[in-house]
C-alpha cells in the first residue's frame, strides 16, 4: 500500500482528523507529526503532510444543516436490566437489549421528536461529549431521539442537544 493510501486510512480511522481536514483547520506538519510519532504510520513527516494536504483536497467541504425537533426534559428517570414493565404500568422511554430507561430514577431523559436520525444522535452525543456532560444512555428511532443524562445536568443538556440539532453534519 502507498504512503498516500495508508495515511487516508490513517485519517479515516480517526473521525476527528477527517472532520479537521473538511473544516480546512488543520496544521498538516502537526498532523503528520503526529500520525509518524503515534506509529499510526511509517515515513516521513513531510511526506505524509503531502499525503494529508492531497487528501484534503479530494474530500466534500464539510457542511451542516438545522433539524427541526422539539427537545423536552423528563426528570425522573433511571435505567433497570429487565425491567417488569407489568409492575410498573408504563412502557420504558427508552429500551436497549435487556436494559431500558424507566420512570423512577435519579436521571434526567432529553427527549427530542421530529427530524432525528444517527447524524443527529451523534453530533448531540459529540456536543455533550464535548462538554463533559456524561451521557448514561441513548438511542434514536422513528423520529425520536432520547439522551439520558445526570439529574443535575439536564437543564445544560436541554440547551445542548438543541445547540447540536442546529448544525448536525451533512454529507
Avoid: C, K, Q
Amino acid at each position: 500500500m502507498s504512503l498516500a493510501a495508508e495515511t487516508r486510512e490513517a485519517a479515516r480511522a480517526r473521525p476527528f482528523l477527517t472532520a479537521a481536514l473538511r473544516a480546512g483547520v488543520v496544521n498538516y506538519t502537526a498532523a503528520a507529526e503526529w500520525l509518524v510519532a503515534g506509529a499510526a504510520l511509517e515515513g516521513e513527516p513531510e511526506a505524509v503532510a503531502t499525503a494529508l494536504r492531497r487528501f484534503a483536497e479530494d474530500l466534500p467541504a464539510r457542511s451542516v444543516e438545522g433539524r427541526r425537533a422539539s427537545v423536552s426534559m423528563h426528570g425522573g428517570v433511571g435505567i433497570e436490566e429487565e425491567p417488569d414493565a407489568a409492575e410498573s404500568g408504563t412502557a420504558p422511554v427508552l429500551r436497549v437489549g435487556a436494559a431500558a430507561v424507566v420512570e423512577d430514577g435519579d436521571h434526567t431523559a432529553i427527549v427530542a421528536r421530529g427530524e432525528v436520525d444517527a447524524p443527529a444522535l451523534a453530533a448531540v452525543l459529540t456536543r455533550l461529549g464535548t462538554a463533559e456532560v456524561p451521557v448514561a444512555a441513548a438511542g434514536v428511532a422513528a423520529e425520536a431521539l432520547t439522551v439520558v443524562v445526570g439529574r443535575r445536568d439536564g437543564a445544560t443538556a436541554v440547551r445542548l442537544v438543541e445547540e447540536a440539532l442546529e448544525r448536525v453534519p451533512s454529507e
